[in-house]
């Protein structure tokens, strides 16, 4: 079992089985297509999961990797494998989506065919963007990604569907089209310096970039990443995008898509850009939007009347703790970082079905629309407490330990940004702690709620795996933090070296560089 799981195929497996199920979707009947779509995400989860304990935790390198030449002229070859970086990831992606597809079971009455195939669509383009080694390939993946959610959103999604998905695709394309230039720009700046033409990314990441022109490469890249993260002041797509979009649209965005702009920092901004990325006036930007984020993410949510636009908001003060945990570059900052993306797709994934289920009883998310559904539906009102307690990082929940460990990794640099995070742990319990009280407790005071069924079976099947793994991880979170340990003390020495050694001008180096084995791919 090892040895198959740690070949090569099963990173292309992965890539390949959802298009298989796609097009299934596609040919089946209308009724049938939910099953093959359930069916291929459930494997394609079987598939990934032995990734996890097969791998190997003691170093840096990639693994399951496999580079094939693709477009040789241009030096784009079909490159992918896993560190401790992606492997969370991957496993989040494939985590998540089939708890979005069974969700949708009873939501999608119509086009479910195309519905369900976009799913999957979307499940490749979001492996895709984690595995990706070649920068070709990952665009190609990250605008695979836009495609699918647009559709999700504007032909399934709320009564200003259109309006929300143009939006969407606008922020994200904006930034993609700028990201694109300088990745041109550096295979450019590769080919004037040696001679040939590649997208590797192990190539070109090993690029000494003039320090000037590293600021402005820099920009264009944080801009894609921040716009999907959302960064604030970039965020104004994201409220917009959940409320609109179907629950299973919003599952899969907060869960999987808000973290391939936190992964883009620390997988290509930070390494390529290591001497911009790193200077005062960048890391002081990024802490102090990162903090606007964070308090203005839980102020605009405790004011909300809308449960899902309340929940969607506070995927902005969660995403600023993650930013500020990865710009610290210290251990525990970044492992934190890390990890909280993990616990924020798996809490607010979870949030977004539980009020899904509500809006499928009521058709409503207003919050002052329930009270006292604790006494009509009790299973639903536990799980919704859990998980709000997750959410606001009550001690033994996985929202705990990343925000802990991201506090703890910011205040070795930036004690002043750490205690002003730290109050938002405060507003965390000010706007859900609210919403949990007005929702479940009191008296049902609504003719409407006296008669609503508590969840049933297929809806507990869709919780059950979030509520162990908001536990597991809030218990024992050192599985976890151990497959990311080598990748990211590699990543901050990478970043550390060679925001020393960069150039002042282009064709500069120091006898430092000399081709180092950045991924560790030549161990």
């Known amino acids: 079992m090892s040895n198959i799981f740690e070949s090569h195929w099963v990173l292309s497996l992965l890539l390949i089985l959802p298009l298989a199920g796609a097009a299934a979707c596609l040919i089946v009947r209308e009724e049938q297509s939910r099953h093959v779509a359930m069916l291929t995400s459930v494997v394609a989860f079987l598939v990934s999961l032995p990734l996890f304990w097969t791998f190997r935790s003691g170093t840096a390198a990639i693994q399951n990797y496999v580079s094939v030449p693709w477009i040789e002229a241009w030096g784009i070859g079909y490159t992918v494998g896993i560190d401790g970086i992606s492997i969370l990831m991957v496993l989040l992606t494939t985590f998540v989506t089939p708890l979005a597809i069974l969700g949708s079971y009873t939501y999608i009455q119509r086009n479910q065919r195309a519905y369900y195939a976009m799913l999957l669509l979307l499940l490749t383009a979001m492996i895709g963007v984690f595995v990706s080694l070649d920068m070709f390939l990952f665009f190609v993946f990250w605008e695979i990604m836009l495609i699918p959610m647009y559709f999700i959103i504007g032909v399934w999604g709320g009564k200003r569907k259109i309006y929300a998905a143009v939006k969407f695709f606008l922020f994200t394309a904006i930034g993609s089209l700028l990201m694109l230039v300088a990745i041109v720009v550096i295979v450019f700046l590769y080919y004037r310096q040696f001679g040939v033409i590649t997208f590797a990314y192990n190539d070109l990441v090993q690029l000494p970039i003039a320090r000037d022109l590293q ?15 959302p960064l604030f002041p970039f965020h104004t797509w994201l409220p917009d995008a959940h409320v609109e979009a179907p629950t299973a649209g919003s599952v899969i965005l907060a869960g999987v898509l808000l973290k391939m702009g936190t992964y883009g920092f620390l997988r290509f901004a930070m390494p390529f850009f290591s001497h ?22 839980a102020w605009v949510a405790a004011v909300q009347p809308d449960a899902k636009k309340l929940v969607a908001y506070t995927s902005i003060a969660h995403l600023g703790f993650v930013m500020m945990g990865l710009f610290s570059l210290t251990t525990q900052g970044i492992q934190g970082g890390i990890l909280q993306m993990v616990n924020h797709g798996i809490s607010t994934g979870a949030l977004f079905l539980l009020i899904g289920m509500l809006y499928e009883r009521r058709h409503t998310r207003m919050i002052e629309d329930f009270g006292g559904v604790a006494k009509v539906m009790p ?3 536990a799980a919704f407490l859990l998980v709000a307690l997750s959410s606001i990082g009550l001690p033994g929940t996985n929202g705990f330990i990343g925000e802990f ?41 609504k003719e409407e709620n ?13 919780l059950a795996p979030a509520l162990i793994m908001i536990v597991l991880i809030g218990v024992y979170p050192q599985p976890f933090l151990s497959r990311t340990a080598a990748s990211v003390d590699a990543l901050i020495d990478q970043v550390e070296r060679r925001a020393v050694s960069a150039p002042a001008v282009m064709g500069g180096t120091d006898e430092r560089f000399d081709r180092m084995p950045i991924l560790g791919l030549d161990e």
Request: without cysteine; aromatic residues 12%.
């Open 450 to 462: 006296q008669s609503l069924a508590d969840i049933g079976a297929r809806e507990r099947l869709v």
């Open 405 to 445: 460990l991201i506090l703890i990794g910011t205040f070795q640099k930036y004690p002043v940004a750490a205690f002003i995070a730290a109050t938002g742990v405060i507003f965390a319990a000010a706007y859900m702690l609210p919403m949990v009280q007005r929702m479940l407790y009191g008296e049902v005071d």
């Open 276 to 297: 911009a990325a790193m200077s005062p006036a960048v890391v002081g930007t990024v802490m102090v939007l990162s903090l606007i984020g964070i308090t203005y993410g």
């Open 379 to 381: 299973v639903f009102a």
């Open 215 to 229: 600021l402005v490469l820099f920009s264009a890249f944080a801009l894609a990443f921040a716009i999907k993260v």
